[in-house]
């Protein structure tokens, strides 16, 4: 993604070659900008930000627990939980999405 990509120039981390291009340094997974002198024009990207969210479809619920687990063990394992809908999990792992 674009935003990746913006990084300081001097915090920019050397991710190819010198004198590599910018179609190869986009290639293999690089950012590319030759408008400053003197720093990498060929550099990491930032990582990813991601967040862990409860999946709001009961049906997608992916069982993290036990039949008749309570909340707060559910919890203490790091998983959502939601007493509803009959039929489904009621503890279950998170998703993990991009921000």
Do not use: L
């Amino acid at each position: 993604a674009k935003c990746q990509c913006k990084v300081v120039p001097r915090e920019r981390t050397n991710c190819g070659y010198p004198g590599i291009s910018a179609a190869e340094c986009k290639r293999i997974g690089c950012c590319f900008n030759a408008s400053v002198p003197s720093v990498p024009w060929c550099y990491s990207p930032k990582a990813k930000k991601v967040k862990k969210v409860c999946p709001n479809d009961p049906y997608t619920r992916i069982n993290c627990g036990h039949p008749g687990i309570k909340a707060k063990e559910c919890t203490k394992k790091g998983c959502c939980f939601r007493a509803h809908p009959a039929g489904v999990p009621w503890c279950f792992y998170h998703r993990v999405m991009e921000e």
